[in-house]
């Protein structure tokens, strides 16, 4: 396993920037290397992932490239005051790394999934792009974004612009549900888990709720004992490699 800390200069940031690369030690001759891009949550950065889970143990035997990129508190988003994080890791970070790392760029060789407000990116972007990713994964994720904007009112503004409502927008998951059930999307498997002790489980609960019986994709919600914390998103990220490699 090689573990790569990498900085250059994005395009669509117009600035350096940092994230770190799981590679396998083993590599098949004429097979592209499988695609996990994992997203952190609102108080971290690039680093989260490896300095407080064993994800590199886990995909350690695998044919599997682990992406984890920086985003600051951007909530995943091309920013009205700030930088174009939607677009970098959608679009730019995927094709970058496909160049460097002769990684897969095979919709079902690439998956994303973050924790906390990393989820909640992981389902925008894989929703807004199913045709991209075969799995998304979601581990206590920011659902509700009336709730977002409420409770980060200065950040939502910095996000999405003075007196717009993300409620209905290209922000809520909700509306990015209907707009892939509409299209008639090809399925796409979604795990998702929040701990009943989580302060978000309301909102998680909600959105499970509307998602069960959605047609374009193939969704399983988990909820168990559990709070926001590493010790849980640890564990889910371990079963999220498990569907990984059942899918393959």
Known sequence: MAVLNCSYRSVALEKNTMLNVILPDVREAGVKIRALY??????DDYSAWMTYTSIGRYVRDENIAVIMPDAQKSFYADMYYGDNYYTYISKELPHW??????ISCDRNERYIAGLS????????IGLSNIDSYRAIGAFSPACNVKNIQQSHELLHTAIMGPGVDSVGSDADLYKLCENAENAGKMPLEIYHWCGSDDFMIEDNREFAAYM????FCNYTFCETDGDHSWV?????????????????
Not at 97 to 102: L, S, V
Not at 117 to 124: E, I, Q, S
Not at 212 to 215: C, E, H, Q, Y
């Open 97 to 102: 790394c496909e160049a460097q790392f002769n």
């Open 38 to 43: 994992l997203l952190h949550g609102y108080t």
């Open 117 to 124: 407000m990393g989820g909640y990116g992981a389902l925008k």
């Open 232 to 248: 849980y998103w640890d564990r889910e990220v371990e079963k999220f490699i498990g569907i990984i490699k059942k899918l393959n």
């Open 212 to 215: 069960r019986n959605k047609s």
